[in-house]
C-alpha cells in the first residue's frame, strides 16, 4: 500500500527547552507534545499489521504520566494494540530545576509499541 509502512521507529525530543531548540525541545504537555503529535500522524501512515515504536521521555506530574494520558484521549479506541512500559523511572533528574518542570516529580523513560489491527480496506 503506497505511503504506509510496515515499521515506524522514532526517538522525539522530550525535554522543556526555553531556547525552542529543534532537537532537543518536546514542546508543551511537559516536553511530550512532540512525542504526541508524532504518535497521532505515524499511525495514520501504519499499514494493517504496522508498527510504530517509540522511546522518549516523559514527565511525571501529580503522580500521572502526561504521555499515556494524552495517548488515551487522543488516539483510537479500535484498530490499535497499545502496550506502554516505564523502563526507567528516573531520568534527567539534574534537569528538574530548569525553568518549566516546577510541578515535574521526575521524568521516566518510556517504550510504547502500536500495532494497527485492523482489516485493510
Not at 516529580?105 to 480496506?121: F, K, N, Q, S
Amino acid at each position: 500500500m503506497p505511503g504506509h509502512y510496515d515499521l515506524v521507529v522514532t526517538h522525539p525530543p522530550f525535554m522543556i527547552d526555553e531556547g525552542q531548540r529543534a532537537y532537543r525541545d518536546g514542546g508543551d504537555l511537559y516536553g511530550a507534545r512532540l512525542s504526541l503529535e508524532w504518535v497521532a500522524q505515524a499511525i495514520d501512515l501504519l499499514a494493517p499489521g504496522g508498527r510504530l515504536i517509540l522511546h522518549t521521555g516523559v514527565s511525571i506530574v501529580g503522580g500521572r504520566d502526561v504521555l499515556l494520558d494524552a495517548l488515551h484521549e487522543r488516539l483510537p479506541t479500535n484498530g490499535l494494540s497499545l502496550e506502554y512500559r516505564e523502563l526507567d523511572p528516573d531520568i534527567f533528574g539534574e534537569d528538574l530545576d530548569q525553568p518549566g518542570y516546577a510541578e515535574v516529580e521526575r521524568i521516566a523513560a518510556v517504550g510504547l509499541v502500536i500495532r494497527r489491527v485492523d482489516e485493510p480496506d
